[in-house]
């Protein structure tokens, strides 16, 4: 499957963006769907994670109630909107796509290309 990562950009703190990540190639209600993200400097670390039917979602601590993940399967496109930006929410954000819901990277079998978030104080 390939995916598509979309709607990064600059935004000051407090502010909101959605990004998108579409995916082709292959059934994409039949994976499961992260997002992830990589500030200058530092490892690549897990953000949220939605099941296939999108009814359980999963997210690190540092964005719970303010993140949301959804995915519109009808559109084989996957969603994160992010609310309350923060200056270090600062990133590449990436999705992909695995078998397992799951928080660790090396079990997702496929990656976007990555869209940048930056957020200014």
């Known amino acids: 499957v390939q995916l598509q990562a979309s709607g990064g950009g600059l935004v000051q703190a407090g502010g909101s963006l959605r990004l998108s990540c579409v995916a082709s190639g292959r059934t994409f209600s039949g994976y499961v769907m992260g997002w992830f993200r990589q500030a200058p400097g530092k490892e690549r670390e897990f953000v949220a994670v939605i099941r296939r039917t999108g009814i359980d979602t999963y997210y690190a601590d540092f964005v719970k109630g303010r993140f949301t993940i959804s995915r519109d399967n009808a559109k084989n496109t996957v969603y994160l909107q992010m609310n309350s930006l923060k200056p270090e929410d600062t990133a590449v954000y990436y999705c992909?796509?695995?078998?397992?819901?799951?928080?660790?990277?090396?079990?997702?079998?496929?990656w976007g290309q990555g869209t940048q978030v930056t957020v200014s104080s």
């Open positions: 992909a796509a695995g078998a397992a819901v799951t928080r660790t990277e090396r079990d997702y079998d496929y």
